[in-house]
Nanobody, 124 residues
Framework: QVQLAESGGRLVQAGGSLRLSCAAS????????MGWFRQAPGKEREFVAT????????YYANSVKGRFTVSRDDAKITVYLQMNSLKPEDTAVYSC?????????????????WGQGTQVTVSS
């Protein structure tokens, strides 16, 4: 079993920045790609970003491209989401996910493990 724990979410003003972290623990040997998703109240879960094993490949949703950056520290088995130029529409619960695939995916059903999420609120 793998456990994922997100941190870093808080209230921030529009235009500000946040860095979210997701630390993995447990049987982490078979974790490969990791991803970030978000869900706002009353809306469906939305893909944000994914990063492959080793960090060589990243992929972003159009809504965050150029503002968000996903990275990973394999020694710490942690993935990060640097969020800049935040907008009120970025307000959501952000969850990280891990998959045994190598390259990652924008489809939530391809992920094997999920964290509980961390709340990000962007005020206007």
């Amino acid at each position: 079993q793998v456990q994922l724990a997100e941190s870093g979410g808080r209230l921030v003003q529009a235009g500000g920045s946040l860095r979210l972290s997701c630390a993995a623990s447990g049987r982490t040997f078979n974790i490969y790609a990791m991803g970030w998703f978000r869900q706002a109240p009353g809306k469906e879960r939305e893909f944000v970003a994914t990063i492959s094993w080793g960090g060589g490949r990243t992929y972003y949703a159009n809504s965050v491209k150029g503002r968000f950056t996903v990275s990973r520290d394999d020694a710490k088995i942690t993935v990060y989401l640097q969020m800049n130029s935040l907008k009120p529409e970025d307000t959501a619960v952000y969850s990280c996910a891990a998959t045994t695939s190598y390259t990652g995916s924008s489809y939530y059903n391809e992920y094997n493990y999920w964290g509980q999420g961390t709340q990000v609120t962007v005020s206007s």
